[in-house]
C-alpha cells in the first residue's frame, strides 16, 4: 500500500475543466492550485486535445472504445502541459506516484490509462469525461472532489440536473450514485472559497 494511505493522508481530488484554458482562466487557476496547503491530486480535462479526438473519430472513424482511451491520452497531454506550466507539479500515473508525490512535497497531476484504461466500471464511451473519471480516483483515494469548471452553477442543483444541463459529463450521476463520493463545483464566483479550501479551512 503507498506510504500516504498508511499515513491516512487522502488528498482533495481537484478536476480541472479543459474550459478554463479557452476562458482564460486556468493560470491564475494553477498558480492558487500550486500554493495549496493541503494535500491535493489535479485531474486534467482534456481540452482541445480531447476536442482533437472527436474531430478525428468523425474524420477517420474508430470506434467509442478507441476514443475513450485516446481521450485518457489526451487528458495525459493536458497534464505534460500543466506540468510544465508550474514548478511543483509532476505527472503521477499511479496511487503509489500519487502518494510518493505528495510526499516529497510535491503535487501530483493525474494521467489516468495506465491505471485506470481497461477499467470495466467505466463506460468506454463519449457519456464518460473527465468528470466521472476524476470521481474513480476520488473513489480509488477515499477523497472528496472538486470539479471546477467555467461556469457557476447552483449549489442546490443535483448530478442529474448538472448532466441535464451539460455541466457535467452523463455518466457522472450514476457513478457518484455508486461511488458514494463527496463532490462539490466550483465555478468563477468560488474562487474566494476553494482558496480557502486549499488554505487548510473546511477541507474534509
Known sequence: MAESRKNGIRPLVIKVGGSLAETGRLGGTLAMLSAAQIPIVIVPGGGPFAEAVRSLQREIRFNDVVAHRLAMLAMEQMAEWIVSERFGLKVARSIDEISDCIMDGQIPVWAPLRM???DETISANWSVTSDSLSVRLAELLGARLILL???DVADDLS???LARQGVVDGFFPEIVARAGVSWSIFGPAG???LAAILAGEGAD
Open 116 to 118: 485506470i484504461g481497461d
Open 149 to 151: 469548471k467555467s461556469v
Open 159 to 161: 448530478a442529474e440536473d
Open 191 to 193: 474562487d474566494a472559497a
